[in-house]
């Protein structure tokens, strides 16, 4: 469902700077999903794909970013997790992708 999740992002060219983690894991935690100014995305699917791990217990974060994040797409999947009351977040930027769970292991992440 991941990998279903990041094929529907079309990330745009201009770049718009550094996402505050603050910020973001305030909208997130809100909604399931961020998606910062300048980014295309079919939000219409990812929200579907949030609520269908909902449906299967799953709190599913995605964060969408223009630019890469400063320490790379993991920590900033970490640092948002941290912010937030729990469950995975998935965090998609310009070349890197990254995420961070409660609800599941390392090392079932790394073989997702």
Known sequence: ??????????????ALGQSDVDMVALDVSVDGLYVEPGVSA????????????????VRLMVV??????????VAFADAVLDRVPGGTVLVLSATSEGISSTDFDESFLDEA
């Open 1 to 14: 469902m991941l990998f279903a999740i990041a094929l529907t992002v079309v990330l745009a060219s201009p």
């Open 64 to 73: 969408l970013l223009d630019e890469d994040p400063g320490g790379g797409a």
């Open 42 to 57: 079919n939000t219409s699917s990812l929200n579907s794909s949030i609520t269908r791990a909902g449906n299967d217990g």
